[in-house]
Each structure stands twice: as C-alpha cells, then as structure tokens.
C-alpha cells in the first residue's frame, strides 16, 4: 500500500520543525519522525497543531506513510549518526527511492554515501541548508548536490520552500554530483566566519580605539547597512550594540569573549591547506575563535605581557569611520575572493561542473552571509565565465585600488595601538602578495634544495626544468 506523503522529515530539533512547518505551508504533505518519541507527539500537539503533518513511531509506520518514489530528508548530527540512521532505513527502501542529508555533514563522507547507496540502487542527496531557525521557517537558501538522478523528483519542493529574491527567484539549485552541496555550504561557512571576525575587528577597533560606546557603534553599522557593506550580518550587529541588559547596561558588554564553533570553518580552513589554496582570511577566522576561547590563559598573559595601550585613532573619528568602512569592504571583497579560489579549486579536482555566478545567486537571500554585494559577484562570472580570481574582475580591481590606502591606515593603527585584526591583515597581506610579481620564495627553494636536494626551477629556463647546487662545493 503507497502512502499519501510527500516526503518524510526525521530529526524534529528546532531546524527541522521549521523546515517541516515551511514545507506544509507550501502545500507539501509531510511525515515526521524522531528517535524520541514525546518529541513527535510534542510537536504535533503544539508547532504543528492544525497543519497536515503526519506522525510516525517507528522508521517501518514513516515510510509507509511516504508516495514513490519515497523521499525521506533528515536532520540529525553530522558523523555516524547519519550512517547509522542509512542503514535502519535500507531494508525498508525500494529501488529509486531517495535520502536527503540537510546536516552539514563533510562533502567527503557525502561522497561515500552517495557512491555506496548507488550501489544499493538508492539515490543520496546531501544539501547545505542556511538561514538558521528563521531562514528553516520562512525560507533557507539551499545548496544540493549528490545523485544528478534525484534532484528532477525534488527540485520543485525544496525551490518551493527556499529563500526568493525580489525577481521571484528561488535561492535552491543544484550544485553538482557527489558531495558538491556539503562542499559550497561549507565553502558558505567558511566565509561566514569571515565576514563575523572582520565586523568583530571594526567592532573592536570603534570600541577601544575610537572610544565609542555600543550604541553608537550600532549606529555606524546601521549607516554602513545602507550602502556597499549591506548584509545581514551587518544588520543583526546594530541590532545586538543596541540591546540593553535588565539592568539597563549594554548586553554585548556582559558577554564572555569565547567564540564557540562547530567544524565547518575549520573544515574550511582544512580543505585549503589539502587543495594548496591560501585561504588565509578564513583561516585566521577560525584561529581567532580558538584564541578567544583560550580566555584564562588570556587573562593571565594580560596582566604579564607588556603592549601599547589602545589611545585615540590620531585622526578625527570621522575620518577614521571612513577609512576603516573602506577597510571593512575591502577585506570583505577578498574574503569571498579567497573562498572563490578554494571553490574554483575544489571544482578542477573533483569534476563537479560547478556553477561559480550561480552559487552567489543561492546566497543572496536567506542565507547568514545573504548581502547585495552576492549580485556583484554573480555579475563578475556573468562577465567572464572563467575568471581566475575575484580580485583581477574590473569593478572589484578598482574597488580594492580605490580602498587600499584607507586598508592600510586602518590596520596600521590597529598594530600601533596593539588591538588585534588578525582577518584584516591577513587579507591585506595576501592582496599584496598576490598582486606582486615576484615574492622572496626563490630564497625558500634555495634553502630548501640547500639542505633537502629539493632542486629549484630558474627564471631564465623554461618551467618544468629542475636545478640542484651542491651550496657547500662549486658544483651545479
């Protein structure tokens, strides 16, 4: 007997009960599951009182409740929890029936399944969702990828259920075979990192160099929400500086400094090193997390190691807010640029075809890294489909030019004055490093060969052709 459903939904925490109350509000018929019972029965009787969801008790009572070919999502912690869930399911399952993963599960072990369920005759789907409680709710942006075969039998549920911008057009398409949908999410993670720790240091150097206080910080980043850096990670900053405590004091000040994270970031910041990308922003993202949860050590070292103390910025705090919004957008642009790099990479290495303009047009709408510079993005490829690098685009080359001297005040005021901006200066270290012609490596290579035999390749020989000096004899 075939049920009446139309896709099943396991794991009912506070993501996967949005999406399930998103997709009834489309018109989708939805069956719902979780290990613990109660939080089936909690959820009907309460969020889900009144919709057309449907409650199982057991994995066998939810795929009957499903139509063919059964389309069964799940929601549950990355790991082996998602293969164990995989192998309760197959006995249960038909040929051509399909399994989606919306976890953040790691693109590699995506790959594995989506080849070993094809071997079973199942279709696996694994597909980064982002937005958060809200974005599940009212609309996520959605990145799939896995089985090209299964994504006809659901692109017009999961683009129902996505993010839309103001053409109508859905933030869900698919990103390619294997584990390209967990990869582009994390890629997306990546670069949300980013983007935190660069508003944290403009935060920071308003706050301890400029001395101002949260709410007018608040306000600059209310006025910054309305030009070039507008996003809603800029948005929900002013929001947070403007929020006050019982006590009538700023919350963010009651606040411990100890970043938590969960992986993906540093999956990131992996994936670079492993493909021989220099994701140097995002990577000092996630150190300065680890840093900030090093917070008793820190307070031990504050009050040993000896700095400048943070004074005034030297300059107007007008003219400083300038500089450092040119700064932050700067940064900015580079962020996403390397996070391009680590794509277009990921893409050679794995043949995944994919869709470069396109993925920025998933993220510009409910998704956390969502901003109107994503349309900027989505233009530069629409220009020049094989655009090696964000950075040599004619509009962002002449932005980053344009905002390269305020980039260099703002950090060079931050390392006088000893505050931290270890995602700013990294990026402006990498922009003159990739801008410049020749960087001191050939030094490297000579020590290298020097004491390893490692050869060198000359500038006056052509590329492939290899040289060892014996440095401690006369001989080449």
């Avoid at 999956?267 to 949860?293: C, Q």
Wanted: proline letters at 4%; aromatic letters at 8%; hydrophobic letters at 40%.
């Amino acid at each position: 007997m075939q049920g009446t459903a139309d896709i099943a939904l396991i794991g009912l925490a506070v993501m996967g009960q949005n999406l399930v109350l998103n997709m009834n509000d489309r018109g989708f018929q939805v069956a719902v599951y979780n290990r613990t019972p109660s939080k089936v029965t909690d959820f009907l009787e309460g969020p889900a009182r009144g919709t057309h969801v449907a409650g199982a008790t057991s994995l066998e009572e939810l795929v009957g409740l499903l139509n063919r070919p059964r389309k069964i999502m799940f929601m549950v912690r990355a790991g082996t929890a998602v293969d164990e869930l995989i192998e309760k399911l197959l006995p249960l399952l038909d040929d051509g029936d399909i399994l989606i993963d919306g976890g953040n599960s790691h693109f590699q072990d995506t790959e594995r399944r989506v080849a070993a369920l094809r071997q079973r005759g199942i279709h696996f789907l694994g597909m980064g969702v982002s937005g958060g409680e809200e974005g599940a709710r009212h609309g996520p942006s959605l990145m799939p990828g896995g089985s090209p075969e299964a994504w006809p039998a659901v692109q017009d549920l999961f683009q129902a259920i996505a993010a839309r911008v103001s053409d109508g057009s859905p933030c869900c398409d698919w990103m390619g075979d294997g584990g390209a949908g967990h990869f582009v999410k994390m890629v997306h993670n990546g670069i949300e990192y980013g983007d935190m720790q660069l508003i944290a240091e403009a935060y920071d150097l308003m706050r301890n160099l400029a001395g101002m206080a949260p709410d007018a910080i608040g306000e600059v980043f209310q006025g910054w929400n309305q030009g070039p850096l507008k996003s809603y990670l800029v948005e929900i900053t002013a929001e947070i500086l403007h929020r006050r405590d019982a006590d009538g004091s700023f919350l963010i000040d009651a606040i411990l400094d100890a970043a938590g994270q969960k992986g993906t970031g540093k999956w990131t910041a992996i994936n670079a090193l492993e493909l021989g990308i220099p994701l140097t922003l995002i990577a000092e993202a996630v150190w300065a997390r680890s840093l900030s949860a090093l917070h008793e050590e820190r307070q031990h070292a504050s009050r040993l190691l000896q700095g400048p103390k943070p004074g005034g910025p030297g300059v107007s705090v007008d003219e400083f807010l300038e500089d450092l919004q040119k700064a932050l957008y700067a940064s900015k642009i580079l962020s996403y640029a390397q996070g391009y790099m680590l794509l277009r990479s990921a893409d050679r290495e794995f043949n995944w075809n994919l869709n470069l303009g396109g993925i920025a047009l998933v993220w510009r709408a409910g998704c956390i890294i969502r901003s109107a510079f994503l349309d900027r993005i989505h233009a530069a490829f629409t220009r020049q489909a094989d655009l090696e690098n964000l950075l040599v685009d004619s509009d962002f080359r002449e932005e980053v030019g344009a905002a390269q001297g305020a980039w260099r005040r703002t950090v060079g005021r931050a390392v006088q004055a000893g505050i931290p901006v270890p995602a700013m200066a990294s990026g402006l270290a990498f922009y003159d490093g990739y801008r410049r012609e020749r960087l001191p490596a050939n030094l490297i290579q000579a020590q290298r060969d020097y004491f390893g035999a490692h050869t060198y390749e000359r500038v006056d020989r052509p590329r492939g052709q290899f040289f060892h000096t014996d440095w401690a004899g006369t001989t080449t």
